[in-house]
């Protein structure tokens, strides 16, 4: 992803602050369940004696460290925000004195890790673990398309598999991963994120709202940057925003029909090592069904360019959207656990 396309998608995460987490708190909270009741006994145990959570109420944890402030004179402080007392609900298990240090001392070392200026300020590289924005006519994710770059989530993933391994971190070493604790932190979110398509998946459209290709030109042109939808309107939500929404009969926890769901999602193939590429090739071609029967229009161009969505059967998209929501949450979670049980059998 070009610095451009960062600084694109970190400005819309200030225009729109309730988009930056995939699923919410909800959906990490359920993928960590679904893993939580996959683990085999050894991993169990380890993850316990590790973590010291359950991955249901570590999935949250990447989302909380945006609490963490830098201010102009260096220093970092954990800042609840007044009006939105909501955004702490998934993070109280983390206010002991001891987590909070961590949150804080994560965000310190990974604050310029790589560089992230939006606005000409650095907004912390670890915002930039979350995402990839790689365009929906692709078929799979590889390190030659644009969209991608060494500090996404699919390298994030990666590094904290290598710590959890006792293995080197590939270079170029974006990421400061204290230990084992916050690699499973990391892990126990990142494999959220990395199964809603629209974190890894994205369109990128001209001023007619026609699709075009970043990857003709080999490079982004930022005026046609989506930021996985972040910049796609739905009347007063944008499309990212429904799309981190989890149906909600579902709560905050591994249902019945999820765990089916996961059991029967198939083994990962080859090494563990390129298990998160491979996941998120699989996450591209369900952006493929988020994005299809759509149709765009640009309606503003200040402070970022924005298009509106208009469906052909906006019931049946719903329709669709609930199934894959359903199907990547059960994978999300399955395949959470099939990390922990292959590094700990």
Sequence with gaps: MSKAVLAL??????????TVSAWGYQGHKVVGSIADQLLKPNAKQQVRQILGFDLRTAGPWADCVKSVVRHDDGTFRYEVDPNHLEFEVPCTPFSAKEERARIVDYVRR????????????????????????IAVQRTRFDRNFQG??????VAVIGAAIAVLTDKPMAPPFPFSIKDKKEALFMLAHFLGDLHQPLHVGSVYLDANGRRVDSDIAHAV??????????????????????????????GDAA???????AREVSASQGRIEDWPAAWASDSILVSHDAFRGLTFKLIQTEPANTWSVAFDDHVAYLRAQDAIKRKQLAKGGARLAEILNAIWP
């Design 148 to 153: 991608q770059n060494p500090h996404d989530l």
């Design 9 to 18: 998608s970190c400005a819309l995460c200030l225009v729109y602050p309730t």
């Design 221 to 250: 042109d930022p005026a046609t940057a989506t930021s996985g939808g972040n910049a796609i309107q739905d009347q007063n939500v944008n499309l990212h925003h429904e799309w981190d929404d989890i149906p909600t009969d579902i």
């Design 110 to 133: 990974n604050w310029d890790t790589c560089s992230y200026t939006p606005d000409g300020f650095e907004r912390g590289c670890h915002n930039t673990f979350h995402f990839d924005d």
């Design 255 to 261: 249902t019945r029909e999820l765990l089916s769901d």
